[in-house]
């Protein structure tokens, strides 16, 4: 032991050589290292991951010590280590990055090395002395890195989408809300930026709740690809230096750990070498993105102005908008929603390219597939959540405003067209961008049809309403 600025130190050794650890981590010389070699994001694991490792680590002392492979002196107590870590002990003791090289093998021995000091502490010894409890001999009997980080991996991403998919619940029924609080306010639609039709207001928000809708439920149809895991599988899949009991066991005793229905793959070789599971995750993550940056897109636009904009509806003032411009509110929820998106996206080609890297019978790069999939899984939460709570539910519409922009539009003229014909109507329309008046003035007036046809025909849930347009 060696002593250096009034910290204590042990002495570890590994394949490398030896290295100094402080006396009391429950970490050893393999986190040290990792630590010492992957100086990346400044960043440590999730506690979300860490719970997920705990977890599986937990199930696989409970098979071994039930097929005989482990004494239950050993097993219990570091089952007990990894029930406070489950709990949200010892989280300053995982210290390595969460991106590394080696294919997580760092992550592994960071909660290896964990458990083993900490249930060598139960045990009455010294952190350190393995003699008691060994990290590799003990803890990560009948596992492997390759097993064991992809299984913790797909338990955090169902997790973490847990809180997603409340939140895009929570918008749709905002979205329905205000579908339900607009049904009446008819506006112009756009399209290409130019107007085109009439549109009620509630139906462009009904339509925005149907795509979160949809993102919610392409989401959770995917997740069921997570909870098929390949523990037992070892470095390969071919199950090596694992327990033909424990290999047959392990999952449904990680299934009663966490509560959820975790199945063993079919076949843990094609389980262990492709990941694609996770490209599928983040493509559905990166879609739901995409629909709500459109939404936030419409939201700017319809609030633009707002004396010189469109100026359609009102979103919630959240915080001056400008250093320079007295009283400029700019749509900061709608932008940060868009750069949540951008974010997502970003991060989907990070875990394409990963995905693809995989060679022969593993893929390295499972590290920053997690670092980036569960950025994505929390921002988009987050940003759904400051969405619904800042934007969405103070939004209100200026009836007024859209009306206007209504008798300013030629785009009615085309529910004229099945009545008066398409050449009469666009020479009514041309004759209303120059003289300023009403389409429906200048078909009166034109005598092509009565005041009360018109009326009716224009009426608001004619235009707005598939199949009555001509009734």
Same mark, same amino acid.
């Given at each position: 032991m060696t002593e250096n600025n009034t910290i204590q130190y042990r002495q570890e050794s590994d394949s490398i050589g030896v290295h100094d650890v402080p006396q009391s981590a429950y970490y050893g010389v393999q986190s040290l290292r990792a630590y010492e070699n992957f100086p990346i994001? &400044?960043?440590?694991?999730?506690? %979300?991951?860490?719970?997920?490792? /705990?977890?599986?680590?937990?199930?696989?002392?409970? /098979?071994?010590?039930? =097929?005989?492979?482990?004494?239950?002196?050993?097993a219990q107590a570091m089952i007990q280590a990894c029930d406070e870590i489950i709990d949200g002990q010892w989280q300053d003791q995982f210290i390595v990055d969460p991106i590394q090289g080696g294919a997580g093998t760092s992550m592994n021995m960071n909660i290896n090395e964990v458990v083993a000091n900490r249930a060598i502490d139960i045990l009455g010894g010294q952190p350190g002395d393995y003699t008691i409890v060994h990290p590799n001999d003990h803890v990560n009997e009948g596992q492997s890195t390759n097993d064991v980080i992809p299984t913790a991996g797909k338990i955090t991403v169902y997790q973490l989408s847990q809180g997603l998919l409340t939140a895009l619940d929570r918008l749709n029924e905002a979205l329905e809300a205000k579908a339900e609080a607009f049904n009446d306010v008819l506006k112009m639609g756009r399209t290409q930026m130019q107007d085109a039709i009439p549109i009620r207001l509630g139906q462009e928000f009904k339509a925005y709740a149907i795509a979160v809708k949809r993102s919610q439920q392409r989401l959770e149809h995917i997740l069921e690809e997570m909870l098929v895991v390949n523990m037992g599988g070892t470095a390969i899949g071919t199950g090596l230096n694992a327990d033909f009991n424990y290999f047959n066991e392990v999952v449904d005793d990680l299934a009663k750990i966490t509560g959820l229905p975790l199945t063993q793959a079919a076949d843990l070789i094609d389980g262990t070498q492709h990941i694609d599971c996770f490209a599928a995750v983040s493509g559905v993550l990166k879609t739901s993105a995409l629909s709500l940056s459109k939404i936030a897109n419409d939201l700017r636009l319809l609030s633009s102005g707002p004396r010189t904009g469109f100026n359609e509806i009102n979103l919630p003032k959240m915080q001056n908008g400008s250093s320079i411009m007295p009283g400029k509110v700019n749509p900061v929820i709608p932008e940060v929603v868009n750069q949540v998106a951008f974010r997502v996206v970003g991060n989907d080609t990070t875990i394409s390219?990963? =995905?693809? /890297?995989?060679?022969?019978?593993?893929?390295?790069?499972?590290? =920053?597939?997690f670092y980036s999939l569960f950025e994505s899984i929390t921002i988009l939460e987050h940003g759904i959540d400051t969405f619904i709570d800042n934007c969405i539910q103070g939004i209100t519409a200026n009836e007024d405003r859209c009306q206007e922009l209504i008798d300013?539009?030629?785009?009615?003229?085309?529910?004229?067209?099945?009545?008066? &014909?398409?050449?009469?109507? /666009? $020479?009514?329309?041309? %004759?209303?961008?120059?003289?300023?008046?009403?389409?429906? $003035?200048?078909? =009166?007036?034109?005598?092509?049809?009565?005041?009360?046809?018109?009326?009716?025909?224009?009426?608001?849930?004619?235009?707005?309403?598939p199949g009555i347009c001509k009734a």
């Open positions: 994001t &400044g960043q440590v694991l999730r506690p %979300e991951f860490i719970k997920s490792l /705990a977890q599986v680590k937990k199930a696989s002392a409970t /098979a071994n010590e039930r =097929v005989g492979q482990l004494n239950s002196e050993l390219m990963a =995905v693809e /890297a995989g060679q022969l019978e593993l893929n390295a790069f499972e590290p =920053v597939i300013a539009s030629v785009g009615t003229i085309t529910a004229l067209v099945p009545h008066i &014909g398409y050449q009469k109507a /666009a $020479d009514i329309a041309k %004759e209303a961008l120059v003289s300023g008046n009403r389409v429906q $003035d200048l078909v =009166v007036q034109a005598g092509l049809l009565s005041q009360a046809e018109v009326e009716s025909i224009m009426a608001a849930n004619k235009m707005t309403t």
